[in-house]
């Protein structure tokens, strides 16, 4: 099927630090253990034909092979591979530089793609939990960050660009310790960062010390992820769209409040990559960022309603001998070690 599609060409394109460009809004397919690869792979098929032009994917999150069935087909069917952007992550698994390789080869081969646009580390360590995993699932070989093993990840996926099967490299669930790291033994940049986003959890400083470094922000869960896994819930999270600034809004242009989320994400420069199955839902978000503008005065109040609300707060990656969720995010400015090992 031809995919004809004005809307693409009316969203807004960041550049990167090679000068190339990236659609302003993408498609997320993470199913939240809710939706199969069947229903995920169908909206993709929806989406191309609207008009995104960026799909997020992920090995881990195990519709890779469906969704390529799909690119496959929209690519016979006259869309121009150059005209989309499409990313996956390497699972933390496949830290090992061998397993690495082998992690892009199979997103390759189960996409159907000759290279990947983007290639991320899914999360700065390589603990683990099992597909579908409870809030108390824990890797017993889980262990904290380690920048000499981080960069003999990011040396494999060096090795990939190299060899001309990844365009751009990025990170993902990282922090500014962790990202000066990478910044300062890296070869081949960081080009993208894939963080959590959303009104309530700006992460502004994190923002800033990516943009003045090149780095675009790519927002997850920019919804916020009102259908996240139970793992990914505690009683205290904020919702987004409930906020009276996301509300006031929504209410002056008539739509829903998770389309203002959207627009607010655009007019700040980060990339949303909001995940719909439903094809009104998929449709509106593109929509959103193409029509009805927010007001600066909305703007400004979204910007007051950070509360530093974290979702996905990683509890499932902690190591023995971890105090609390917060140790994965370095919120002192330092990066955790082994307690044993801390003084050495
Ligand atoms: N790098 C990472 O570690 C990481 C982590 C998390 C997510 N991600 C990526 O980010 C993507 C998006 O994140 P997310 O899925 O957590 O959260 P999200 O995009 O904030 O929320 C998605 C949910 O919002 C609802 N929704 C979507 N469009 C809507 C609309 N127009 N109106 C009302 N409700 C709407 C849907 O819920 P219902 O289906 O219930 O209607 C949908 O399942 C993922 O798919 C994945 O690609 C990456």
Redesign the pocket.
Known sequence: MAHPSPLSAQVPQRRLRDGSTIPGIGM???G?D??GPAEVSAAVAGALRVGYRLI???AV?GNEDSIGEVLADAFAGGLPRDEVYVMS?VWNDSHAPVETVASVERSLRDLRLDHLDAV?V??PFPNHHAPHAGTDARDPHARPYSHDAYMQTWGALEGLVERGLVRHLGS??TTIPKLRLLLRDAHVLPSLN?M?L?PTFQQGELFQVCLENHVQPVG?????????PERDRTPDDVVD?EHPAIQDAARRLGV?P??VCLKWAVARGQIP??????P???T??LHAVTEGPLLPAELEAIRSAERNSRL?KGQVFLWEGASSWLDLWDVDGTIPAWPERATT
Do not use: M
């Not at 990559?273 to 439903?278: N, S």
């Open positions: 997320g397919t993470f939240s809710r939706y997020d994917c992920a999150y992550k991320f899914h999360w993902s669930n894939e959590e959303h997850y869960s920019p919804l916020g992820s009102p259908s996240r769209t829903h998770a389309l990559i909001p995940f719909a199955v439903k009104e839902q998929y509106a978000n996905i």
